[in-house]
C-alpha cells in the first residue's frame, strides 16, 4: 500500500488527520463513496453529494444516531464528519482532490485501497496505521513516537505530547495546544493499539493498553456491556438485570459488509468452494454466507468472519435452515459447520495463506456468546482440539 510522499514541514497540512479519522467512520464513508460511484465513471463528487445520496441517508442516521442529512442544525456536524476523513483520504492520494472556487471537489485515485478500507473497520485501522506511520516518517516525527512506546512512562508521554504540538503549531495554521492534543489522541493510539502499548486517555497516559474499542467513533459494544458480567450468570438475565440500548441497526451493517467481505476472500482465495465440504452437496459454489449463530438471536456476533461460513445453495437452505426456513436452525448441522469453521480458521492461522482474516480470540468468543460458556475463555492460545471437544461436548 503506497502512499504519497507527505512531510509536513513541507505541505504545512495540519488536517492531514482529524478528529473523525476513527476507523469505525473512515470505514463507513468509505463505504458510502464506493455505493455513490458504483455506477458512475469516476466523475467528480462533494462531501455535500455523498452526504446526501441514498446509500448514506439508509445507513449513517440508523448506524451512528445522527440527525437526518437535510437538519440544518447538524450540518456542522456532518461537514466534518464527511469533509474530515475524505480530507486525509485526498491526503493519502486514495482521493484525487481538485479546487473550484471554493469548493473541494474529488474522485477515486486508488479504487482498490478505497476499496479495502471500505470493506470492513479492520482494513480501516491497518491503512489508518501504515498512513499515520508514514507521515510522521516523512516528517521526521516517527523516531520520537517510538521512544515513546519503548519507555512507556509519564515522562516520555509528556515529551511526545509536547513535541507533537510544537511540530504542529510551528509547521501548519494550526497555533492552539487544544486542537494539536485532539488530532495528537488520533495519532497516537492507533499505532498504541497495533503494538500493544500504552497510549492517551483524557489528557494523560493511559493506565491500560489501548485496546479496540477505544479507537472507535461508536464505542457502544456488547463486549463492554459483559465485562462485569459475574461467571455463572447467563448473558440473557445479566441484560435483565442491566438493561442497554444496543444500536442493532449497526451490527447489522456490519454483519452485510463481514459477509460481502467473505465471500470476496472466499472466491479470491479458495476458489468460491464451500467451507464444509462434508457432503455430496459441496461441489456447487459457495455462494451462501451464513451465520452459524443467527444474527437475529446472537446480535453481538453476527459480524466476526468467524461467525460465518461459506456454503452452497443446497447446504445452506435445505440443510443449514430446515426446509428452507430461515428463521429455524439445524443444530446436527450447526456442530459440523462450527467444527469445520475451526478448521479453515486454523488453515488461515497456521497455513500459507497471505492474507489472514480471522483471530483464535474472537474463535472462543463467538463459542462464548453462542453456548453461554465464560469458561471457553480459559482455553489456551491456539490449543484447537480443545476447542473441537468443547464443540462436541456441547452438542452430546
Same mark, same amino acid.
Given at each position: 500500500?503506497?502512499?504519497?510522499?507527505?512531510?509536513?514541514? %513541507?505541505?504545512?497540512?495540519?488536517?492531514?488527520?482529524?478528529?473523525?479519522?476513527?476507523?469505525? %467512520?473512515?470505514?463507513?464513508?468509505?463505504?458510502?463513496?464506493?455505493?455513490?460511484?458504483?455506477?458512475?465513471?469516476?466523475?467528480?463528487?462533494?462531501?455535500?453529494?455523498?452526504?446526501?445520496?441514498?446509500?448514506?441517508?439508509?445507513?449513517?442516521?440508523?448506524?451512528?444516531?445522527?440527525?437526518?442529512?437535510?437538519?440544518?442544525?447538524?450540518?456542522?456536524?456532518?461537514?466534518?464528519?464527511?469533509?474530515?476523513?475524505?480530507?486525509?483520504?485526498?491526503?493519502?492520494?486514495?482521493?484525487? !482532490?481538485?479546487?473550484?472556487?471554493?469548493?473541494?471537489?474529488?474522485?477515486?485515485?486508488?479504487?482498490?485501497?478505497?476499496?479495502?478500507?471500505?470493506?470492513?473497520?479492520?482494513?480501516?485501522? %491497518?491503512?489508518?496505521?501504515?498512513?499515520?506511520?508514514? %507521515?510522521?516518517?516523512?516528517?521526521?516525527?516517527?523516531?520520537?513516537?517510538?521512544?515513546? #512506546?519503548?519507555?512507556?512512562?509519564?515522562?516520555?508521554?509528556?515529551?511526545? !505530547?509536547?513535541?507533537?504540538?510544537?511540530?504542529?503549531?510551528?509547521?501548519?495554521?494550526?497555533?492552539?495546544?487544544?486542537?494539536?492534543?485532539?488530532?495528537?489522541?488520533?495519532?497516537?493510539?492507533?499505532?498504541?493499539?497495533?503494538?500493544?502499548?500504552?497510549?492517551?486517555?483524557?489528557?494523560?497516559?493511559?493506565?491500560?493498553?489501548?485496546?479496540?474499542?477505544?479507537?472507535?467513533?461508536?464505542?457502544?459494544?456488547?463486549?463492554?456491556?459483559?465485562?462485569?458480567?459475574?461467571?455463572?450468570?447467563?448473558?440473557?438475565?445479566?441484560?435483565?438485570?442491566?438493561?442497554?440500548?444496543?444500536?442493532?441497526?449497526?451490527?447489522?451493517?456490519?454483519?452485510?459488509?463481514? !459477509?460481502? #467481505?467473505?465471500?470476496?476472500?472466499?472466491?479470491?482465495?479458495?476458489?468460491?468452494?464451500?467451507?464444509?465440504?462434508?457432503?455430496? &452437496?459441496?461441489?456447487?459454489?459457495?455462494?451462501?454466507?451464513?451465520?452459524?449463530?443467527?444474527?437475529?438471536?446472537?446480535?453481538?456476533?453476527?459480524?466476526?468472519?468467524?461467525?460465518?461460513?461459506?456454503?452452497?445453495?443446497?447446504?445452506?437452505?435445505?440443510?443449514?435452515?430446515?426446509?428452507?426456513?430461515?428463521?429455524?436452525?439445524?443444530?446436527?448441522?450447526?456442530?459440523?459447520?462450527?467444527?469445520?469453521?475451526?478448521?479453515?480458521?486454523?488453515?488461515?492461522?497456521?497455513?500459507?495463506?497471505?492474507?489472514?482474516?480471522?483471530?483464535?480470540?474472537?474463535? !472462543?468468543?463467538?463459542?462464548?456468546?453462542? #453456548?453461554?460458556?465464560?469458561?471457553?475463555?480459559?482455553?489456551?492460545?491456539?490449543?484447537?482440539?480443545?476447542?473441537?471437544?468443547?464443540?462436541?461436548?456441547? &452438542?452430546?
Amino acid at each position: 500500500m503506497k502512499i504519497l510522499l507527505n512531510d509536513i514541514r %513541507v505541505s504545512h497540512n495540519g488536517r492531514w488527520i482529524d478528529q473523525k479519522c476513527t476507523p469505525d %467512520v473512515v470505514s463507513i464513508i468509505a463505504d458510502c463513496i464506493c455505493a455513490f460511484n458504483s455506477e458512475k465513471e469516476n466523475e467528480l463528487f462533494t462531501s455535500m453529494d455523498i452526504w446526501h445520496s441514498d446509500y448514506t441517508r439508509k445507513n449513517i442516521l440508523s448506524i451512528f444516531k445522527k440527525p437526518g442529512v437535510d437538519d440544518e442544525a447538524a450540518r456542522n456536524e456532518y461537514d466534518k464528519f464527511f469533509q474530515q476523513p475524505m480530507e486525509m483520504l485526498a491526503n493519502a492520494g486514495v482521493l484525487l !482532490k481538485e479546487k473550484q472556487g471554493t469548493r473541494n471537489f474529488y474522485k477515486i485515485g486508488r479504487w482498490d485501497i478505497l476499496e479495502y478500507i471500505a470493506i470492513r473497520e479492520r482494513n480501516a485501522l %491497518v491503512f489508518l496505521c501504515r498512513y499515520i506511520e508514514k %507521515v510522521l516518517n516523512d516528517s521526521g516525527l516517527l523516531p520520537d513516537f517510538e521512544r515513546f #512506546f519503548v519507555s512507556q512512562d509519564k515522562d516520555a508521554y509528556d515529551e511526545i !505530547k509536547q513535541i507533537f504540538s510544537d511540530f504542529i503549531i510551528n509547521n501548519t495554521p494550526i497555533n492552539g495546544q487544544t486542537e494539536c492534543r485532539r488530532i495528537f489522541i488520533k495519532v497516537i493510539n492507533p499505532l498504541a493499539y497495533e503494538r500493544n502499548a500504552l497510549g492517551t486517555e483524557k489528557g494523560r497516559i493511559s493506565e491500560h493498553i489501548i485496546t479496540y474499542d477505544m479507537l472507535m467513533y461508536n464505542r457502544n459494544n456488547f463486549r463492554d456491556i459483559y465485562a462485569n458480567k459475574p461467571k455463572g450468570i447467563t448473558r440473557k438475565q445479566y441484560l435483565e438485570i442491566h438493561p442497554v440500548e444496543v444500536n442493532i441497526a449497526y451490527y447489522h451493517y456490519q454483519s452485510a459488509k463481514a !459477509k460481502r #467481505f467473505l465471500r470476496v476472500f472466499n472466491d479470491n482465495y479458495r476458489n468460491s468452494e464451500s467451507e464444509y465440504q462434508g457432503d455430496i &452437496y459441496a461441489n456447487d459454489k459457495a455462494t451462501q454466507m451464513h451465520h452459524i449463530f443467527p444474527e437475529s438471536e446472537f446480535p453481538e456476533i453476527c459480524y466476526y468472519l468467524e461467525n460465518i461460513i461459506a456454503l452452497t445453495p443446497t447446504q445452506h437452505f435445505n440443510y443449514a435452515h430446515p426446509d428452507g426456513q430461515t428463521q429455524k436452525i439445524n443444530k446436527a448441522y450447526q456442530q459440523l459447520l462450527l467444527l469445520a469453521k475451526t478448521d479453515r480458521i486454523k488453515e488461515n492461522l497456521t497455513g500459507d495463506c497471505r492474507e489472514k482474516i480471522y483471530s483464535f480470540d474472537n474463535l !472462543k468468543h463467538i463459542l462464548v456468546v453462542g #453456548f453461554d460458556n465464560d469458561n471457553i475463555e480459559d482455553i489456551g492460545l491456539d490449543d484447537y482440539v480443545s476447542i473441537m471437544n468443547i464443540i462436541n461436548a456441547h &452438542y452430546a
